[in-house]
């Protein structure tokens, strides 16, 4: 888990001039992390792996970052960053057009395999590890839900957004995840087409 | 979680008494193991930690049920005996009160914690580990989909059914695991009130 002094052998040591601060390394660590959480879950995720990845030595994922948790946030947020494009995206348009646009917005960051990385991590690592739901939760709650609910403006906002976002995440689990056959192979179109009045309805409906 | 001997120390091998096959001895042993994996997930849980659960040593798991893989199927099996009532109770009704009692049932099965930690044990498993989501697609797959889905009688009747599961895993996820707020704590009548027609209308709107 902590930094491995320089005699370290496994894994092999960061250079010097990777050491110096080049700009990308800590991109490169943030998109190592994704994947090592995104393959092994937030429990077994280790900061070792993480650094092995970014081709660093372990003592840097930690100077840039701090803890395991600190780098799963950072990564995190950064992996939700085009889901935070989601309420800017309704509060632009007619709400009659939110339930096409909320499960063709979210579904296109399914079907793309580099943002799909990260979503697979957050979903592995919230099932099964407290730390990791809590920091779920966290984004969600500030980021998502409260914005679009506002723009709902009915008492009972959050709800609908939820079950709305439930009708996605369980999709994304049955078709990325579990792979449950015919869903996991349907053209996405489909899918967009059967989910948006469902998901229409749990908003405004 | 379950019943320790008195005098048990840790991972003490189990008394004669308890070897020589009483009749419980098989279901404390399944009863351990969804505990085990609800609370660990497949990948973590242990047949050593099974055993000591049950109060028995780990060479009688393996002789009861062989394999790790093994002892999830079996402990999985039975956990799913609730949601393989399903079909039956759908295909003795009406099909326009299929999403009421789908989602009555389903949610009624989460509500208990009894019935839920199996529940749990799967999808924590599912989510994180191959073999255990295989088995997921074989149980989901053989007693549930295919029955329902031929009581439709529709050629997508698959898919519909798979969208109307989509909805209540998705929910169970954030009401159960996530814990996300306010589907956390909304009392289940209103959950029912809310996600029956939806259900309904994946089935056979």
């Known amino acids: 888990m902590s930094a491995a002094g320089p005699g370290r052998r496994r894994g ?4 010097a001039e990777k050491v110096a601060g080049e700009p990308d390394t800590r991109d490169r660590i943030l998109s190592s992390a994704r994947a090592e959480f995104a393959e092994s879950g937030y429990d077994k995720a280790s900061v070792r792996a993480i ?3 970014a081709g660093v030595d372990p003592a840097l994922v930690h100077h840039y970052f701090g803890t395991k948790e600190q780098v799963f946030v950072a990564a995190v947020e950064g992996a939700f960053a085009p889901a935070m494009g989601i309420p800017d995206l309704l509060l632009s348009g007619g709400r009659e ?3 096409e646009q909320l499960v063709g917005y979210v579904l296109g960051i399914w ?3 580099v943002t799909r990385d990260p979503l697979l991590a957050i979903m592995r ?10 920091i779920f939760r966290g984004l969600i709650g500030r980021n998502l839900l409260r914005r679009v609910a ?23 689990l049955l078709r990325y995840v579990i792979k449950v056959e015919p869903v996991a192979s349907v053209p996405a179109e489909e899918l967009v087409v059967r989910l948006a ?8 409906g």
Chains 1, 2 share one sequence.
Not at 125 to 134: G, W
Not at 197 to 204: A, K
Request: aromatic letters at 2%.
């Open 12 to 15: 092999r040591p960061a250079s």
């Open 125 to 134: 690592s919230a099932v099964n590890n407290e730390t990791a739901a809590a």
């Open 51 to 53: 650094a092995r990845g």
């Open 150 to 172: 506002g723009g709902l403006g009915m008492p009972d906002a959050e709800l609908r957004v939820e079950l709305a976002v439930a009708q996605l995440v369980g999709t994304a």
């Open 197 to 204: 009045p469902v998901v229409q309805r749990h908003l405004t």
């Open 97 to 99: 057009q939110w339930g």
């Open 111 to 113: 079907e793309n395999t």
